[in-house]
């Protein structure tokens, strides 16, 4: 461009330029319908390039799928009804609900984002268009896996979250019926953008797929005469349980009129779910069974349900801070975090505590452990007056400084009457 046209703009400066071109320049060597068809994806590249929308966000806190780096300017794009449903079908297998807005945007792949306390799966068409299904599914299954997991993408904790991301991209593969074969080949070519090596993300994988096809196994069977149930038996709680819980024998009136033992299992679940307690495993043990729960972070001051994010976090961490002072405070003075997980026990065998121990990390990992259900065979089974259901309240304190994970003997805090008070299970049970 010449220095004396410098200062204008480049629409202008064609025109200018157009002015004094000779006559003969101006003829179209393209045909009428040609040149139609070309103003018509021009005009088309004009609105799209100009109807784009700036999306501000503050993607710190994020995983990507593949490749770490992600364009400091993002743009939303109109939406893709294959993706929503691709979404929606996952949420479905995964038995989980949406809690994040489908947004797609100029991401390398797939990614889900946290901005404060929103959440955001960014998806490319690029990718979508070009991707394999099963790398498709793979992408948005484990980003989903982030975020109804409530992942806080903290660097210190990335490990376990991508460990439970993968698990839950595991359960949707196998629901979705790859074999491991071809899922493998699928990892080996994307691998983890957080220094996770292949076999270690394959065993989370697997332990994600092994659970989904369990749970359909359990589904499939009618379990009343059904000659599969003897190669199919419920994995057994430890026995006697593990030493270090405070425990509350249910008074009998609670259970009056009970016949069965699924009616136990109903009664005791509806106590659950009204407060929270919506993931639990179902274990064997001698004469009956034995239902755990997740485990959740509760206040140590009253013994009290969490109500916030932090609640179903397996490591310490505040929601908010009430000003300058207390952040500061937070700082020089930190707090612990105190967890804890109910088992309940129905039997008509009497038994004492174990030997042993059982660890955060072993607690936590009984959720996936468990069937997700109660056999039928084992439902039908009279609940009779020598039955009883016991109550253990398995407790540990984190720092915030080393989160090392301590269990107390006895517990220092609350027995478990009052534990099952606080949370309101009790109430729900009649007490």
């Not at 679940?269 to 034995?290: C, D, E, I, M």
């Amino acid at each position: 461009m010449p220095d004396s046209l410098a200062h204008l703009t480049p629409s202008l400066y064609l025109c200018q330029a157009q002015h004094h071109r000779p006559i003969a320049m101006k003829i179209n060597p393209f045909p009428r319908s040609i040149r139609y068809f070309l103003s018509v994806i021009s005009l088309a590249a004009w609105q799209s390039a100009y109807t784009q929308e700036l999306l501000e966000l503050n993607i710190e806190h994020r995983c990507v799928f593949t490749g770490s780096k992600m364009d400091e300017e993002l743009y939303r794009f109109s939406a893709d009804d294959g993706m929503a449903k691709r979404v929606e079908e996952i949420l479905t297998l995964g038995g989980a609900l949406s809690n994040f807005e489908v947004v797609q945007t100029n991401v390398e792949n797939v990614s889900a984002v946290l901005d404060g306390e929103k959440r955001y799966l960014l998806y490319s068409l690029d990718f979508v268009q070009k991707a394999t299904e099963i790398e498709i599914t793979g992408a948005l299954a484990h980003e989903i896996g982030h975020h109804v997991n409530e992942h806080t993408f903290d660097p210190e904790h990335r490990n376990s979250e991508e460990n439970e991301a993968d698990q839950f991209m595991g359960y949707i593969f196998s629901l979705k019926a790859y074999s491991k074969a071809d899922i493998e080949t699928c990892l080996n070519k994307t691998p983890s953008s957080y220094n996770i090596g292949v076999e270690d993300r394959l065993q989370a994988v697997w332990e994600g797929f092994n659970r989904a096809e369990r749970v359909l196994e359990i589904n499939s069977l009618a379990f009343d005469g059904d000659p599969r149930l003897a190669e199919l038996t419920m994995p057994g709680f430890p026995w006697p349980p593990p030493s270090c819980h405070s425990r509350f024998e249910l008074p009998e009136k609670l259970f009056s009129g009970i016949k069965t033992l699924g009616e136990t299992d109903r009664k005791i679940r509806s106590a659950l779910n009204a407060k929270g307690y919506t993931q639990y495993s179902y274990f064997s043990v001698p004469g009956g069974f034995a239902i755990v729960t997740q485990l959740e972070q509760y206040n140590g001051e009253d013994g009290s349900s969490r109500n916030d994010r932090t609640r179903w976090l397996d490591y310490p961490a505040r929601d908010n801070f009430n000003g300058v002072m207390d952040y500061l405070k937070s700082l020089v003075m930190p707090q612990k975090g105190h967890f804890r997980l109910f088992v309940f026990i129905v039997t008509n065998q009497p038994f004492g505590g174990g030997a042993n121990r059982v660890s955060k990390a072993q607690a936590t990992a009984w959720l996936s452990q468990g069937f997700n259900k109660l056999p039928g065979s084992l439902a039908k089974v009279p609940f009779s007056s020598d039955y009883n259901v016991t109550a253990l309240v398995y407790e540990f304190e984190v720092p915030e400084t080393n989160r090392k994970p301590i269990q107390r003997c006895p517990s220092p805090l609350f027995d478990a009457r009052t534990h099952l008070l606080k949370v309101g299970i009790l109430t729900g049970l009649g007490f």
